[in-house]
């Protein structure tokens, strides 16, 4: 009788030949995606405080929302900075915001928010 260990989450799977549990890239992609699905929603004030302490006052957000061609595209951004309530992890406008405006990459933008959710 071999006694199993319960998995340390439900990204690792069985391996019987190692006799442990194990992950791999896609369990641990689905884990991100998950976790960025379901992650906490921020205020709008958690989100400029991270921003600013990353070296990104709200002023140079509003200039980048500015430098968007699109003028429907552009007031979708400019409500979402001025008015929402709140903020998703997987906003698709504050993606495209702090992406393509802003530079910051997707792993940036994880460590920001697990950073804003403490304020």
Known sequence: FVFIHAAPDAYHAWNDATKSWETNADLQAAKLADWRANVAEITPKQLR????????????VEAAIETIADETTR???????????????????????????????????????????LK
């Open 75 to 117: 007031e979708v951004a400019e409500i979402e900075w001025f008015y929402a309530a709140g903020y998703q992890r997987n906003n698709a406008n504050l993606i495209m915001i702090a992406t393509d405006l802003l530079g910051l990459d997707a792993l940036k933008i994880d460590a920001m928010w697990q950073a804003a959710l």
């Open 49 to 60: 405080l991270v921003l600013l302490e990353n070296g990104i006052n709200a002023k140079a």
